[in-house]
């Protein structure tokens, strides 16, 4: 099993800027994939950020040159900085791992319970 517990959402002025953290633990093998995910009222959920385990970002368009994905080592933890926010951020992000356990083997998805991001004046 594996939990993830993530930290850092809360209420922002637009061109503010906000941190989150995303710390994965259990009987964890090896994690192929670190990301993040959001959803706002009434939309589909949509990928924001995520990296890879050699080092590899994926960006949605509307977060790219704001939006930065840190790298994961050894204590299993990512950190998205989210700088110039806009109004259209607000949503719950939701982190989220592909990992492989020690048993049984082979990847499998794991999600945050999210945290809620408000951008307003």
């Known amino acids: 099993q594996v939990q993830l517990v993530e930290s850092g959402g809360g209420l922002v002025q637009p061109g503010g800027s906000l941190r989150l953290s995303c710390a994965a633990s259990?009987?964890?093998?090896?994690?192929?994939?670190m990301g993040w995910y959001r959803q706002a009222p009434g939309k589909q959920r949509e990928l924001v950020a995520a990296?890879?385990?050699?080092?590899?970002?994926n960006y949605a368009d509307s977060v790219k040159g704001r939006f930065t994905i840190s790298n994961y080592n050894a204590k299993n933890m990512v950190y998205l900085e989210m700088n110039r926010l806009k109004p259209e951020d607000t949503a719950v992000y939701y982190c989220?791992?592909?990992?492989?356990?020690?048993?049984?083997?082979?990847?499998?998805?794991?999600w945050g319970k999210g945290t809620l991001v408000t951008v307003s004046s």
């Open positions: 990296v890879t385990s050699g080092g590899s970002t």
């Open positions: 259990g009987s964890i093998r090896s994690i192929n994939t």
């Open positions: 989220k791992v592909v990992a492989e356990l020690y048993y049984p083997r082979g990847n499998m998805d794991y």
